[in-house]
């Protein structure tokens, strides 16, 4: 049987504000506890990742965060955490529609994954999950990558459970700076083969300004927020992306953003264009 926690091993101060948002610590706090009660002696923690971490978190930012425990959930439990999430998610604030976070066991913690390149183990990888904006649970691997277990142990801040860095076994800069690598290339040669299901407002913005910040993090060998990402981009890459750059960073600061609204085509196709420089500048970086 796990032994449980003293108190003292916890963080749990709502008066504490994690973020510039009250409304949003009362929520995650709450989402903290709730989880703790239903899932018992099998909950280790609850830790902020994402923007929420690493700078430039706002309004039109997803709430990023992962729920350790000590071993799979099981089939009763998944009812239980789904359970919970409905009850948070029918809460009237915009924060409960942006959440997103997985369920990782501690050993699934320990040891290291990557979404790039595709394996015929891929369902292993795969973690129950829910993604921003939706009320039901499934399984992904969107979670299960070295730039989560790197934000954690390096930035995450604990609602509820111990110091990350004792669930998490350090990154070399060169392992992450692979995974990134990897993934620049694996999603951006994807959507470029696919950029019809990103082809809207939202995404025509967020493309640029995270292979922005991806390029950064290949170049840096750790893990940093958009505005990094792209003040970064403007003195590093090619000048002519500038205006684009610049363009989508304002898009992004506009709260009504979003995938149901329309692309601008001539946008877009520039977005698009900037992804496969992205991508040609993943392909000449060597990784030593």
């Given amino acids: 049987m796990t032994k449980s926690l003293s108190p003292s091993q916890f963080i749990m101060k709502t008066n504490n504000l994690k973020t510039q948002y009250p409304e949003l610590d009362s929520v995650m706090a709450k989402l903290a506890k709730n989880l703790q009660n239903v899932l018992g002696e099998n909950f280790v923690g609850l830790y902020l990742q994402g923007s929420l971490v690493l700078g430039d978190f706002d309004l039109t930012s997803d709430v990023d965060f992962i729920v350790v425990v000590n071993k799979e959930l099981t089939e009763e439990e998944v009812k239980k955490v789904q359970y919970v999430h409905t009850n948070t998610y029918n809460q009237d604030n915009r924060w409960v529609k942006r959440l997103e976070y997985s369920y990782f066991p501690k050993n699934i913690l320990r040891k290291t994954s990557s979404p790039f390149p595709i394996t015929n183990d891929q369902k292993n990888k795969e973690l129950w999950y829910f993604n921003n904006g ?46 990134i690598k990897d993934t620049l290339i694996g999603w951006g040669e994807y959507l470029l083969k696919n950029p019809k299901q990103y082809e809207n407002r939202f995404y025509q913005s967020y493309l640029v ?4 910040r991806i390029l950064h993090d290949l170049d840096k060998g750790e893990i940093s927020s958009k505005l990094v990402g792209i003040t970064w981009a403007k003195v590093n890459l090619d000048s002519k992306w500038i205006p684009l750059i610049d363009y989508c960073w304002e898009e992004r600061k506009d709260t009504s953003i979003s995938v149901k609204q329309p692309a601008k085509p001539e946008i ?18 060597i990784v030593n």
Wanted: hydrophobic fraction near 30%; charged fraction near 30%; include cysteine.
């Fill in 268 to 285: 877009y196709k520039q977005s698009l264009q900037f992804v496969k420089y992205a991508v040609e500048e993943g392909k000449r970086y």
């Fill in 134 to 179: 939706h009320p039901t649970i499934e399984r992904s691997d969107h979670c299960n990558t070295l730039v989560t277990r790197w934000t954690v142990r390096e930035k995450g801040k604990a609602v509820i459970g111990p110091d990350p860095k004792s669930l998490i076994e350090p990154i070399s800069p060169n392992t992450l700076r692979r995974e």
């Fill in 209 to 212: 300004l995270n292979f922005c």
